[in-house]
């Protein structure tokens, strides 16, 4: 479940009929969260309801993605994890886009509020090379690292290295 693209969302967590990565590439089912246009966040209790009536259906979420190209204010992330434990779901935590406030102390802190993983663009609101960063609890370090290599990277990028030790 993640938020449409109308709503902020970005393209890789779209359906398939909109050739988003996770519904075109990964053949993912994709469904997204009720969105409050007035308050421009996602609606708790109205998400609830879908996971319950998609429940109903046969169709169980099995990971919430949070986090957006473009969202205005911190998302619900501790609601929604009463809603991930209830039935045995996830949450990834996309913070491209407000890396720099978080690591700031100026906006949610998305793994403490209950994001399983959180993942951040190097040089969007950081200033350095074009990369990538995954962080998470300690319990999931060694899915992650078997997740990430070799299947979807093969190696650190040497000219990134100065860049990246030089802050």
Not at 44 to 62: C, F, Q, S, Y
Not at 92 to 105: K, M, T
Not at 118 to 143: C, D, N
Request: hydrophobic fraction near 40%.
């Amino acid at each position: 479940m993640s938020i449409s693209i109308p709503s902020g969302g970005h393209i890789s967590y779209a359906k398939k009929k909109l050739w988003g990565t996770a519904g075109k590439v990964r053949g993912l089912k994709v469904h997204y969260f009720a969105f409050d246009e007035k308050e421009m966040n996602i609606d708790v209790d109205g998400t609830a309801k879908r996971v319950k009536k998609l429940a109903k259906e046969g169709k169980h979420i099995k990971l919430f993605i949070m986090g957006a190209s473009v969202f205005l204010f911190p998302e619900p992330v501790k609601e929604i994890r009463e809603i991930a434990d209830e039935i045995g779901a996830y949450i990834h935590f996309d913070g491209a886009h407000v890396a720099g406030l978080i690591a700031g102390g100026k906006f949610q802190d998305p793994l403490r509020e209950g994001a399983d993983v959180f993942t951040i663009s190097t040089h969007k609101t950081l200033p350095g090379p074009q990369g990538g960063t995954v962080l998470s609890h300690s319990k999931y370090a060694e899915e992650l690292k078997k997740a990430a290599f070799p299947s979807t990277m093969s190696n650190h990028h040497l000219h990134l290295v100065a860049g990246n030790s030089s802050r």
